[in-house]
């Protein structure tokens, strides 16, 4: 919602705007890949105040940045305050705190920001295109509010993870295998082609979604109906969060991956054919639901896919790399795509281009649950003997 807002108040291409972005998320990658380390030696609680402290500060450098250089230095804030404050943490959390049902109980707790996002997406689309050109100033700073305020609650609130003994039995689903280390899994080839698999996933959903309310306003239909495609996309995503988990509970990871990474597919296509019409706006709110269903490819699954491949051994450490990868993804998808609008003036042919990419990553993760599962066997094997 602020892409073409600041890109215009700043008189600016999309895709230097979009570098703050790209910042942001390497900044998130990096920190990601000592996520498992700091959150055993300094602790949930910690991080997470310290998190939200710098999510405030991200917001109030980028209402008062002057120019661009601002809001890149408000990207690298942002990538470290949600390394601490996303899905990371977040399934760190559930891992230590439940045993069964970890897939239903991950989905009840993404789903509350998709909520957030359902509420707030009309209220800040009013403020940010209101008639003053730096309205995005003032949904800055009340971000900035919610995130102190909301901060304050965690800390007083979290604590850390029980004891083992004091949780529930394993589920059948996910974690219930010892795993393998780290080290074990840098030997595995499809530990990369998963890694593949992830990164590109995340490069084309956080493009193809992140460009989808300027793509929208630019075939002519109006903000309001823009910031309505927003709506609809976070309650959807709030159902489907919870949904995909309990889905994954009852069916497993390869059905569940199977019909996201389809949705996927259909909801870019879908998203490339828009137009100014009654029914290029059918398309966009069916693109909005398929996308809803597509997204916890990002968050959801993110934790479970890291259970399911490799176990509990040392499963915040390949969290944390998955999460980073993920992200990595993040930061090169963005500026390609609006590197690509800057020259075309469209985001049609790299949409075209995503969705086989998407194909490409439903066949790849095939191959790596084929190979784990050989693994998976032997190590049981192993440990029966």
């Not at 995130?147 to 039995?169: F, M, N, Q, S, Y």
């Amino acid at each position: 919602m602020f892409l073409a807002a600041v890109s215009e108040a700043l008189g600016i291409p999309r895709s230097v705007y979009a570098v703050s972005d790209s910042l942001r998320y390497i900044s998130t990658a990096v920190t990601n890949l000592f996520f498992g380390v700091l959150v055993q030696k300094v602790g949930v609680r910690k991080l997470v105040g310290g998190a939200m402290g710098v999510l405030a500060l991200s917001c109030l450098v980028n209402s008062l940045a002057k120019s661009v250089i601002g809001f890149y230095l408000g990207g690298i804030l942002l990538g470290l305050g949600l390394t601490f404050g996303s899905t990371a943490l977040v399934g760190y959390v559930i891992k230590q705190w439940f045993r069964e049902n970890q897939g239903t109980i991950m989905g009840v707790v993404l789903c509350a920001n998709a909520l957030g996002t359902a509420v707030s997406a009309p209220v800040f689309s009013r403020i940010i295109y209101s008639g003053d050109l730096f309205g995005y100033r003032t949904a800055y700073r009340m971000t900035a509010w919610i995130l102190l305020v909301v901060g304050i609650i965690l800390v007083l609130l979290l604590r850390e993870a029980p004891k083992r003994d004091t949780v529930a039995a394993k589920s059948k689903r996910g974690s219930g295998w010892s795993g393998i280390t780290l080290q074990q899994a840098l030997g595995k080839p499809y530990f990369y082609l998963a890694c593949v698999c992830i990164f590109c996933t995340g490069a084309v959903l956080q493009s193809v979604t992140g460009v989808a309310v300027a793509h929208v306003k630019d075939q002519g239909l109006s903000a309001e109906f823009a910031a309505t495609v927003s709506s609809v996309s976070a309650l959807s995503l709030a159902l489907f969060k919870f949904l995909t988990g309990f889905m994954y509970d009852k069916k497993g990871l390869k059905v569940t991956m199977l019909i996201c990474d389809c949705a996927a597919v259909v909801m870019i296509l879908l998203l490339s054919a828009v137009t100014n019409s009654p029914r290029g706006q059918v398309v966009a709110l069916t693109y909005a639901v398929l996308a809803a269903l597509a997204l916890p490819l990002e968050t959801v699954m993110l934790p479970l896919i890291a259970g399911d491949l490799f176990g509990e051994r040392e499963f915040a450490k390949l969290l944390g790399i998955f999460v980073s990868v993920n992200t990595a993804g993040y930061a090169v998808g963005p500026l390609l795509t609006n590197l690509c609008f800057d020259m075309v003036g469209t985001y049609r042919p790299v949409f075209l281009i995503y969705s086989a990419v998407m194909i490409a990553v439903t066949a790849g993760f095939l191959l790596v649950h084929r190979q784990v599962a050989v693994t998976r066997a032997e190590v049981e094997n192993a440990v029966l003997k």
